[in-house]
């Protein structure tokens, strides 16, 4: 089932795979704990693009993703469980891995972001929106940074999503 998100260009990219033309993937993790995000593409050189407008950081700016090796499966494009999936990054600085490991014990989740681009238009992503996934079970080590990453379980979020507590509802409290 093809994705609705991903632009003409991008879906002709994947079908004809021409030779002049590359799909850059890149992550956008963030976590509040960062000053900035830790942006990243899987090349052999830094890629300067253009985000969405929409993005919640940098909207509509060029930013600079870091050249990392990174694996990752795309979650399938179907109607069953929540998709969940691994994230690798190898060959992480310390600066980083500190940073992840950090943000890991936190009770603020890891967001990240999926982007494709095209070596030929880097003025905006080919996929709207840009998957975003929350990032869980970090272990990181002195070469590689491995995570799973799931999209929105919204089974298992609460309904109604208000927590009655005494301090915010002080009819409760007797």
Do not use: C
């Not at 991008?10 to 033309?21: G, I, N, Q, V, W």
């Not at 890891?110 to 272990?139: K, N, Q």
């Amino acid at each position: 089932m093809p994705d609705p998100r991903l632009s003409q260009a991008l879906r002709e990219a994947y079908a004809a795979a021409p030779a002049d033309t590359v799909i850059l993937h890149t992550l956008e993790i963030w976590h509040p704990t960062f000053a900035e995000p830790i942006r990243v593409v899987r090349d052999h050189a830094d890629l300067t693009a253009r985000l969405e407008a929409g993005a919640a950081r940098n909207g509509g700016q060029r930013v600079t993703f870091i050249a990392l090796t990174f694996d990752l499966d795309l979650p399938p494009v179907d109607t069953g469980p929540v998709p969940e999936i691994a994230v690798t990054l190898d060959n992480v600085g310390r600066d980083l891995s500190d940073a992840l490991e950090a943000a890991a014990i936190s009770q603020d989740r890891i967001e990240v972001i999926y982007r494709p681009f095209l070596s030929t238009d880097l003025e905006g992503p080919h996929m709207d929106p840009p998957i975003t996934l929350t990032l869980a079970e970090v272990e990181a080590d002195t070469l590689r940074v491995t995570g799973r990453a799931r999209m929105l379980d919204a089974g298992n979020k609460s309904f109604p999503s208000i927590t009655y507590t005494a301090r915010r509802f002080p009819g409760l409290a007797r």
